[in-house]
């Protein structure tokens, strides 16, 4: 859809189509500020899914039958939605995964096979687990230094430091898009062209940023880009390793096994071309479509005023926040979104967090997967209030005044 046809947005229009959010909790109304660890479905993606079991239910790639002809047919559609919205070149640049945590394995392994003794991969103190432990396993298993670049005090890369670390040593840099515990939004296009200058290739970790904002790979010029369908608005179980083609021609696969082969011998066997080389094995097949389905549905709103929205409810709530006494934010960088971190002076966020539930309101707390950046602030962890475009103000509102209910009963 051209970007002028857009249907202006309209949050309440939205929500009519998210039956998850029309329900109460201990008799409130739910307010679901959870968006960070999951999305909530729209009502096209639970009909995708019925429509998929019990009519279209097939293996695909093998069959001759019209049910398989049908369902390989949707999940390359889907796998075209998918490419498009992203503006890769080719769909063979789109492989379907687990999800965000499956993708950054499969690099590391796979990309990391290119590598060898002293080569370095860089990081950032602000990353995911899964953004680090399978770094840290492949930096153990070819004898590789992990780097990482730090951060300020409002969450923030600190670019000198991470132009420092950046040598012809470093082999890949992988950072996030957008802190999922932050909120902060790092420069990646800018980070790209640092990296590429000096011969490393750059993953862009996009679990928190293709749902929030328009994500262009071509643009960005990064050579990997990795997303879960759960935190997009679509089901468990899928997500996606975009990669440049060249390089994921370069590199071997993760797993063996049906649909990534071309030949196979007890003496020798070739491998299928992109992208099924990557994807060993039945995938999980309702899921890639149902996240077409997703990313269909998403391509037809207007991402830019998405962004406004969502950007608008974490000041608003950050700035009512930010009167409370003994309140501190955690992670004040200039360019955020969508997620307001906080930790309240002498009370525990996960009794914060209990109390919330009480009155309805679904927020995480913890360190939520990020225990070195939470060591970096000398904090346990934090509450997160995390948005999607289906919030609202009014929300916001009731949350400000639980939180100040909550304190006020802690305290
Ligand atoms: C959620 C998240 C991940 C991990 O995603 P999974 O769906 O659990 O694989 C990685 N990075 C960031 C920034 C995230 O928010």
């Not at 004898?143 to 670019?159: D, F, S, Y």
């Not at 066997?269 to 994807?279: A, D, G, M, S």
Request: hydrophobic letters at 40%; glycine letters at 6%.
């Amino acid at each position: 859809m051209a970007e002028g046809t857009k249907k202006p947005f309209s949050v309440r229009e939205i929500r009519e189509q998210f039956p998850a959010l029309r329900q109460t909790v201990y008799g409130k109304n739910l307010i679901y500020f959870d968006n960070g660890a999951t999305s909530q479905k729209p009502q096209v993606v639970l009909d995708a899914i019925n429509r998929y079991y019990s009519k279209d239910n097939a293996n695909i790639h093998r069959g001759v039958h019209f049910m398989s002809q049908k369902a390989t047919t949707e999940f390359e559609e889907a796998r075209i939605a998918i490419q498009k919205y992203l503006n890769a070149k080719k769909s063979e640049e789109i492989i379907f995964t687990k999800g965000t945590t499956d993708s950054i394995n499969l690099v590391a392994f796979s990309y990391g096979e290119l590598l060898k003794e002293g080569d370095e991969i860089l990081i950032t103190t602000m990353e995911h687990h899964s953004n680090i432990v399978p770094w840290q396993m492949l930096c153990e298993r070819k004898k590789l230094v992990l780097k990482v670049a730090p951060i300020n005090k409002k969450g923030e890369l600190i670019e000198e430091e991470f132009d420092k670390l950046l040598s012809n040593r470093t082999k890949l840099v992988s950072v996030t898009h957008i802190s999922n515990t932050l909120g902060t939004i790092n420069p990646v296009k800018e980070l790209a062209k640092k990296t590429h200058a000096v011969g490393a290739k750059i993953l862009v970790d996009g679990a928190q940023s293709i749902q929030h904002m328009k994500v262009d790979v071509r643009d960005l010029d990064c050579d990997f880009y990795v997303f879960s369908s759960h935190k997009v608005f679509g089901p468990t179980g899928i997500g996606v390793l975009y990669g440049k083609e060249d390089l994921l021609d370069r590199m071997p696969p993760y797993q063996g096994g049906g649909d990534m082969i071309s030949k196979v011998t007890f003496e020798r066997t070739t491998y299928n071309e992109l992208p099924h080389k990557f994807e060993a094995g039945t995938p999980h097949i309702a899921g890639g479509i149902c996240l077409g389905e997703a990313i269909r549905f998403l391509n037809a709103l207007d991402m830019d005023a998405i962004q406004r929205h969502e950007k608008e409810l974490a000041h608003y709530a950050q700035d009512m926040l930010d009167t409370f006494e003994g309140v501190r934010i955690i992670g004040e960088a200039k360019q955020k979104t969508s997620v307001v971190s906080f930790v309240v002076d002498k009370i525990h966020p996960f009794d914060i967090g209990t109390l919330l539930d009480k009155q309805g309101i679904a927020v995480r707390t913890g360190h939520h997967c990020t225990q070195p950046l939470m060591d970096f602030f000398k904090i346990p962890g934090t509450v997160r209030a995390s948005f999607a475009f289906y919030n609202t103000k009014e929300e916001i509102d009731t949350f400000i005044a639980a939180v100040e209910k909550s304190i006020s009963i802690l305290k």
